[in-house]
């Protein structure tokens, strides 16, 4: 098992996947001839700024002492999320966290909003592509521990992270703290954004039964002071209603 590691992603490696994401996020149809000058045009300004980025990734493992009272808890640091209270502290068998990030994408001010705006969007583009190898190593990691745990029978959950099952943004600051983000030039403000923008943090719990994790419509809650008890009142007055 990993203990704490610094990962680099060559932009070669991850190019394919970003042009996926870029197209996407555009919402091109290279079909179309308008779109393909877009497109064009988007590329002239990867040459000239974006081509050669670099990512950087780090990532801690702990065991299942980690996760225990419905929170994460790595030495004084603490982790929170309303959707933790769903999974009971047994079915955890290790957690890893991680933080990314594509350092700055932009073009200089002088230029066109437009191409502004393509740098900024081909830099999300890249940390999404970044953040999908990455979740590939994770699991190659995970599984390789698997196979050296004889009583096996583990899964490896979706990520949970600052926007998702209700954690709050402001839980950045301790994932900063524990992985050490300064390491791959990341700062973290008092509001939770971490910068370089194009950032992003979050965890893995490797869990004995799959179907004791938060429901997959869970992912995109924005929380409430309430927790998943607010949920489960809404849910079950709703039935009643029906």
């Given at each position: 098992m990993i203990n704490n590691m610094r990962i680099n992603i060559k932009e070669e490696e991850a190019r394919g996947l970003a042009e996926e994401y870029y197209v996407r996020i555009c919402g091109l149809d290279l079909e179309k001839e308008k779109h393909r000058r877009m497109y064009q045009e988007s590329r002239q300004v990867w040459e000239q700024g974006i081509q050669g980025i670099s990512i950087d990734a780090l990532v801690a493992s702990f065991g299942p002492d980690a996760f225990r009272g419905g929170k994460v808890v790595a030495g004084d640091m603490e982790l929170h999320c309303n959707a933790f209270a769903q999974i009971p502290d047994a079915n955890v068998r290790g957690v890893y966290l991680y933080m990314i990030t594509a350092g700055e994408c932009r073009c200089g001010h002088d230029e066109p909003i437009t191409r502004r705006l393509f740098a900024d969007i081909w830099g999300t583009s890249y940390v999404d592509a970044g953040r999908d190898l990455l979740n590939e190593r994770i699991?190659?990691?995970?599984?390789?521990?698997?196979?050296?745990?004889?009583?096996?029978?583990?899964?490896l959950s979706n990520c949970f992270g600052p926007g998702f099952y209700g954690m709050d943004l402001v839980e950045t600051r301790n994932l900063y703290r524990i992985l050490n983000g300064d390491e791959i030039g990341v700062k973290v403000m008092d509001s939770g954004i971490m910068l370089p923008l194009k950032t992003c943090a979050g965890l893995y719990l490797v869990v004995e039964d799959p179907d004791k994790l938060p429901a997959a419509e869970c992912q995109a809650c924005i929380g409430n002071p309430s927790g998943c008890k607010f949920c489960k009142l809404s849910r079950k007055n709703r039935r009643k209603e029906h």
């Open positions: 699991r190659q990691w995970a599984e390789e521990d698997l196979r050296a745990d004889p009583s096996g029978g583990r899964y």
